[in-house]
């Protein structure tokens, strides 16, 4: 079984600032991919950036970069110099490596407001 | 990139009839798909899993008699929902992958209300 933890339901932030979402994960796979998605009111979900459990590296997509630490469990995603337009509901998800046959499971969302 | 398209993406309905929605890969093929409900304010809830050629497999508590899934081809799966009620109006977003370690992708999602 899976378990996705996102512990902020809502956070703020300045424009231009910035932000660090965060999620812990619990699983008993030995290999696994985690997802971060944004989802703007018009409820689309939009993929931002993944790490697979066995990178090297922390992954970076643009302005979003997620702060991986498998030995805490945790990958937190972080948002440089925030705009406007990143205001939205955030989720955490996650699922096995290796098969596209599994679902992804999701947290329970973090909702960010950006304020000018 | 790969797409997938759901369609419709909103629709009202009375109570006790019923509703089809669609969700198309548009670019690649999903032998899987998998269907999500999502109440205001809260995470997206796995209903089942859409597989082509076979059963769908439902989450528990989820009634397979009401959600109908078929997944006829490969690059489409339907979700019926049964004898609608109040109850059911919800958020349904259907989602695919291209394959293992890759991103999910997802419809637009419908928007049903059951009046």
């Known amino acids: 079984a899976q378990k996705i933890t996102q512990t902020q339901p809502g956070m703020f932030v300045q424009e231009k600032e910035a932000v660090t979402l965060d999620c812990t994960y619990d699983t008993s796979d030995p290999s696994y991919g985690l997802f971060w998605y944004k989802q703007p009111s018009s409820g689309e979900m939009i993929f931002l950036i993944y790490q697979g459990s066995y990178d090297q590296q922390n992954a970076t997509e643009g302005r979003y970069s997620l702060n991986f630490q498998k030995a805490r469990k945790s990958a937190n995603l972080v948002i440089s110099a925030s705009q406007l337009g990143d205001s939205a509901m955030y989720f955490c998800?996650?699922?096995?490596?290796?098969?596209?046959?599994?679902?992804?499971?999701f947290g329970s969302g973090t909702r960010l407001q950006v304020q000018p | 990139g790969a797409v997938v398209s759901q369609h419709p993406s909103r629709v009202i309905c009375k109570s006790g009839t019923s509703v089809k929605i669609e969700c198309r890969s548009l670019?690649?093929?999903?032998?899987?798909m998998f269907w999500y409900r999502q109440f205001p304010k809260q995470s997206l809830m796995l209903m089942a899993t859409s597989n082509e050629g076979s059963k769908a497999t439902y989450e528990q508590g989820v009634e397979k008699d009401k959600f109908l899934i078929n997944h006829a081809s490969l690059t489409l799966s339907t979700l019926t929902v049964t004898s609608a009620h109040p109850e059911d109006s919800s958020f349904y977003i259907c989602?695919?992958?291209?394959?293992?370690?890759?991103?999910?992708?997802f419809g637009q999602g419908t928007r049903l209300t059951v009046v």
């Open positions: 998800a996650m699922t096995p490596q290796y098969t596209g046959r599994r679902a992804l499971t």
């Open positions: 670019d690649f093929q999903a032998t899987t």
């Open positions: 989602s695919a992958r291209e394959g293992p370690n890759t991103e999910a992708f």
